[in-house]
Each structure stands twice: as C-alpha cells, then as structure tokens.
C-alpha cells in the first residue's frame, strides 16, 4: 500500500485547511485511514481516524469539533478538513493506515502498518 499525503501549507490563525491522502495498492474491508502529527521536538500524535468500512470516525481530544475525517471510497482518499487553525497546530502531517483498527479506538500508532510522506502545516499568529 502507497500513500500520497497532499494539500498542506501555511495559513493564519483561524484559517481553514484540507488535506488529502490517497491510497494505492490493496485495501482491506477492516482497514483503517488516519492522521498523525509531529511538530519540532515532539512526538508523533494521533490526529484522526476512519475505518474504511461503515466509516466510523475516531478523533484526539483536542482536535475534535475543529477537525474532520472523510473518506471518498471509489477514491480510496481520505481528507482531513482543518478549520479554527491555531499555531499549536504547527506541525508535520503524516498519513497513516492500518489492516486492523484497535477496538477500544485508542493507541492507533501501534496498529498502523503503512505511512505516507509527510506534509507541512504551519499556522501563523
């Protein structure tokens, strides 16, 4: 499986972006999408998540009712929509997907099998 990350950038606080992952390759009814990030000096966090199959989304704390994940199936791509950006919200994005989602929907870095390239988000104050 091959992820294509795409759609960062720089923007004001308050700003919107949307971000894009592709997916290639096979793909499994119990597969999983998501986002991570790392910013300088930090470890990489879980943003969000969706399993392909019924959708079902999973989102970190702080991210939740600002961030949304989609998916476009007959795509195989997945978006991260970003809105109410903050400079904490800085950092390198990182898609991600896994063939098995955890089921108490935590700890999705151990569960991800494949990494995209990441791309830059900066949010300026």
């Known amino acids: 499986v091959q992820l294509q990350a795409s759609g960062g950038g720089l923007v004001q606080a308050g700003g919107s972006l949307r971000l894009s992952c592709a997916a290639s390759?096979?793909?499994?009814?119990?597969?999983?999408m998501g986002w991570f990030r790392q910013a300088p000096g930090k470890e990489r966090e879980f943003v969000a998540a969706?399993?392909?199959?019924?959708?079902?989304?999973y989102y970190a704390d702080s991210m939740k009712g600002r961030f949304t994940i989609s998916r476009d199936n007959a795509k195989k791509t997945v978006y991260l929509q970003m809105n109410s950006l903050k400079p904490e919200d800085t950092a390198v994005y990182y898609c991600?997907?896994?063939?098995?989602?955890?089921?108490?929907?935590?700890?999705?870095?151990?569960?991800?099998?494949?990494w995209g390239q990441g791309t830059q988000v900066t949010v300026s104050s």
């Open positions: 991600a997907a896994g063939q098995i989602s955890p089921r108490d929907g935590k700890n999705w870095y151990r569960f991800v099998d494949y």
């Open positions: 390759g096979r793909t499994f009814s119990s597969y999983f």
């Open positions: 969706i399993i392909w199959s019924g959708g079902s989304t």
